[in-house]
């Protein structure tokens, strides 16, 4: 075997033929003795252009831990199937005008070949493909006991339509504003009757529940928890028309600030609320919004035009004007949002943008306030030297301070004149107030120069230099302070009290909001009050008019599953004339996809077929017409990993003792993009099929492990446009699919990202062409101490690294113990060896298995157990020691090469007396191939011409060459 062209190909087949056949790795029910282990990876849309080598890491990762946790002794289940609903295959199907299940299942098989190809233990008995009727049917099952139970419900949504195509677009099929097969057509945003899930019934669970995921990514558990947007605060009634329009705010500290409201542009009771003199405007600026996309919303300008109609605000009663915008969220609470430019960053944007109202109800404040303080009206100057743009500042002499001029303002003055004042009065110099520098803040402090406790409320105003020359000061001024000018660096570092740098950091980022927490102004009632404080009483206040309550608000929206689509599943409801929405009877399910179908555009063959929309009703028996809306995919994903415990049952959804024996999965593995759709879908399922006492489990993973992304040869994710993908089919023909396997674990970390490489897989390939060679012409040999203690040392390390996917750590393991193996073993290490190369490559282990007499698979042998007691890390450490002073040796007859052009001969090795034991002077002449002799440093016989013997120290020996 070692001494021919090895056929990998060859091999893979005979090996991969033989577990399938054998059901090697068969997954049993109820196995006694043994403790179940389900791992799992997100099952695959099977995409027509099938999988590349980034697929085969991922599925590399799975199929390691699924092969360790066989050979510990678990039951596995690790089975596989395939998300075949999908939009890629309607529209291929759109295109060749045929059937999407052609296409699907075509690339099913394609997919089966190629992770068969990989090695993969999956039990393929297993398989589930949730196009199939016998698994959507349960897809129907759940829609319809959810329904049962007021989840599923019917309202209308905003979505996108293309008047060419008169029909509604997927996200995806929106581009830049445009439908993707007509670019020349502007998507509009229709409100369409569409079908929810109410995931919102649970957001408080979900929200919770992520505390118990001790085994999920922190990453992940905080995407979900931001996602979910659990949010404690205030709903506030705004009357508008005498119809309560529910608002919903986290600051109603800040409600006395609300100048007006924006209803969301795809609400849809916008028009209720549009006068007729703005209607024109209004729809005008609604044909501008082309995406009902969340994150579009985000990246937009904030635009909005007034809607005609005013609110009544419920605690001054004054008229607010109500306005629509792009920028708010149609199902998020009532679809309305209050206005606060003075304290929101978005909606001070919007204010300036459109000349509304900025009140400032909330005061930035310093300090705490105190009984007997005195409170100050101030100002803040901040003025810039255009020559040299340094600020005019105070060095105070008596109290350190360093300071801009801060003044009181007097009598009459306004806070420009008084800041004109003030400048010249202690500085000499004369300037003219440009203006305000923002809203008033308050500081609460000691005055050291009055000797009083001060509340102080400052403007900061800025002023422009009306001469560089200053005019003489008076004695008392110039005995106070020093007139200084400072560069920006400066006032940051020499300020001595923070609150005097909000007039010049204004100046440089210029007029916002403020959005912290402080003292209420303009607030009827309520000043003085801290916000924290202001809350409690603004909230009595609203309850006691019956105007707004406390209340728990989430981000999370209720989950829109329509999909105006024919290739998903089809929603089981009938309409009739006389009974209105009626669920299909369990017996009559599955309502199938109908095959006979001809995709004529875009739109649904589904509204077209008469034969899948005519049914009789099941209550009245009069003539009714099916839903011809399909289920999101999403659906299929959010409980398939239950089916997998009983995926041939036709009479339920799932035998719950099975699912209780298996669920939850141990290991899930896939991508962290998932986080906050897959990952929170199928934990809500979870959640209601336990509430439906189906299941005994709150969450359906235990653990999970995010894989990173193999990219291609130039750093670039892999993609059949850019030319860059890495076929399995052409690695294995290349390397045989082992080297690969062992090279997309190897590489990193298998929770990072990283590219594809072809020297990378060749260096896998030439180690496993070195234990084919060891294997071939293996002779048994003796194991000493040293080799023992490497030997369980690895078996311990290496395991621990596999369980805790530490791959890349595990392989540099498996190469350190064959570099010992190597220099001679006896078979009973060797049969340990092969076991553990067995989870990465095995293919190979199991060729080497049986080349050694053995007929049973390596797949499913013991894993290897460590003897602590044969470990010795000191006999490691001097052997080690050893190694180094070869490789010590090494470089100083390179030096002497380098140098004299000739090399020494004879080697003397001075160690302690209590190493010399480990210097085997037979085998340092066999790896230096030169004479080689070892002294103990106090030997009287030892030969040491230059006294090396004299620098020796514990694991540092010294060396002589002559």
Known sequence: MADKIINFSAIEKKWQKKWESEKAFLAKDNVKGKKKYYILEMYPYPSGSGLHMGHAFNYTIGDVQARLKRMQGYNVLYPMGYDSFGLPAENAAIKAKSHPKKFTEEAIKNYIRQQKELGLSYDWSRMIQSHKPEYYQWDQWIFLKMFERGLAYKKKAPVNWCGKCNTVLANEQVVNGKCWRHEDTEVEIKHL?????????????????????????????????????????????FLVDGNPWRVFTTRVDTLFGVTFLVVSAQHPELMSLVTNDKKKEV????????????????????????????????????KIPVWTGNFVVADYGSGMVMGVPAHDERDFEFAKKYGLEIKQVIRQSFGEAKEDEEKRFTISAVVQRKSDKKFLYLKWKEFGWVAPVIGGIDGNETPESAAEREVFEETGYKAKAVGKLGLPFEAHFYADNKKVWRHRIDQPILLELISDNPEKLNKEESSMHEVSWLSREEVAKLTTHSYNLIGIERFFEGEKAFTGFGTLVNSEGFDGLKSSEAKEHIINALEMKKLGRKKTAFRIRDWLVSRQRFWGCPIPIIY?????????????????????VK????????????????????????????ETNTLDGFMDSSWYFLRYCDPKNDKKIFNSKKVKYWAPVDQYIGGKEHATGHLIYFRFFTKFLRDMGLLEFDEPVLNLFNQGMLHAYDGQKMSKSKGNVVLPESVSKKFGIDAARMFLVSDGSPDKDFNWSDKGTEGSLRFILKVINFVSTFKSGKMDKLKESKLHKIIKEYTSNLDDFNYNIAVIKIRELFDVLEEGCDRKSLEIFLKMLSPICPHVAEELWSKIGKKEFVSLEKWPEYDGKKIDIELEKKADA???????????????????????????IYVLPNEKAFYDEKKLGERLGRGVWVYAVNDPKKHDPEGKSKKVKPGRPGIYIE
């Not at 085994?215 to 659990?230: A, E, H, V």
């Not at 729809?283 to 009544?312: Q, W």
């Not at 050893?882 to 000739?902: A, F, Q, S, W, Y």
């Open 193 to 237: 009757e569409q079908w929810f899930l109410k995931i919102t019934d649970y957001a408080d669970e979900l929200y919770e529940g992520l505390n118990k995921l001790d085994g999920w990514p922190d990453f992940i558990k905080t995407l979900q928890r931001n996602w979910i947007g659990k949010s404690e605060g205030t709903e506030v009634d």
């Open 283 to 318: 729809e005008n600026f609604l044909k501008k919004i082309r995406s009902t996309k969340e994150e579009d919303m985000d990246k937009l300008s904030k635009e909005g035009v007034f809607t005609g109609s005013y609110a009544i605000h419920p605690l001054t009663g004054k």
């Open 576 to 596: 009739c004339d006389e009974c209105g929405t009626v669920p299909v009877p369990e017996k009559d399910l599955p309502v199938k996809l109908p095959d006979n």
């Open 599 to 626: 995709f004529e555009g875009v739109e649904s063959p589904l509204k077209k077929d008469e034969k899948f929309l005519k049914v009789k009703c099941p209550k009245c028996g009069k003539n009714g017409k099916r």
């Open 882 to 908: 050893v190694d180094k002073t070869i490789e010590d040796v090494k470089n100083i007859l390179k030096i002497m090469r380098e140098r004299n052009g000739g090399e020494g001969k004879r080697i003397y």
